[in-house]
Structure formats: C-alpha cells, structure tokens
Nanobody
Framework: VQLVESGGGMVQAGGSLRLSCKGNGLTFDRAAMGWFLRAPGKEREYVASISWTGTGSYYADSVKGRFTISRNNGLKMVYLHMNNLKPDDTGTYYC??????????????WGQGIQVTVSS
C-alpha cells in the first residue's frame, strides 16, 4: 500500500491550498480516509476524515468551516481543501487509510507527509 500526498507549500494567512492523496495498492473505494497534522513540536493530531462512501465527513473543531475533505473513488484520490489558513495550520500533513477515527492508532496506512507553511 502506498499513499502519496501532494499540493503542499507556502501561503500567507487567509490563503487557500488543496492537498491531494493518491491511494495505491488498497481497495480504495472500501477504505475510510483521514488527514492528520504534525505541527512543529507537537504530536500528530486529527484534522478530518471521510467514510469510504464519501457520505460521512468529520472535522476537528479547529478546522470546521475552513477545511473540507472530499474523495474521488474512481481516481483513488482524497482531498483536503483548506481555506482561510492560519499560521497555526503550519506543519506536516499526513494522509491515512483505514478509519474515520480521531485516534491515529486506528489507521493502518500512512503517507510520507507533506509540508504546509502559513505565514502571518
């Protein structure tokens, strides 16, 4: 199984980015997916997750109303649309497969991570 993130980079506060994750080697249309953030000096924390059908999406309180998770099972892709970005959103974002849980231990597979930097 391989999860490959793309779309990170640097943006000013208030800006937007879209992260993408390609899932290879798993039954993607039966896999719940999630996004996590490891901010500098902090533990990995939950950001958002989506059911394998795409009908259920869930968010950390800190990103509700600003981030949207979506997926395209035909393309084996999951996305994280990030709007109104804040400096606290800075860090490494990880795509994960296997659950919609907030606990990272519930996930079976992880991407290598991609950096997002939000400047004030």
């Amino acid at each position: 199984v391989q999860l490959v993130e793309s779309g990170g980079g640097m943006v000013q506060a208030g800006g937007s980015l879209r992260l993408s994750c390609k899932g290879n080697g798993l039954t993607f249309d039966r896999a719940a997916m999630g996004w996590f953030l490891r901010a500098p000096g902090k533990e990995r924390e939950y950001v958002a997750s989506i059911s394998w059908t795409g009908t259920g999406s869930y968010y950390a309180d800190s990103v509700k109303g600003r981030f949207t998770i979506s997926r395209n099972n035909g393309l084996k892709m999951v996305y994280l649309h990030m709007n109104n970005l804040k400096p606290d959103d800075t860090g490494t974002y990880y795509c994960a497969a296997g659950s919609t849980d907030k606990d990272p231990r519930a996930y079976n597979y992880w991407g290598q991570g991609i950096q997002v930097t939000v400047s004030s």
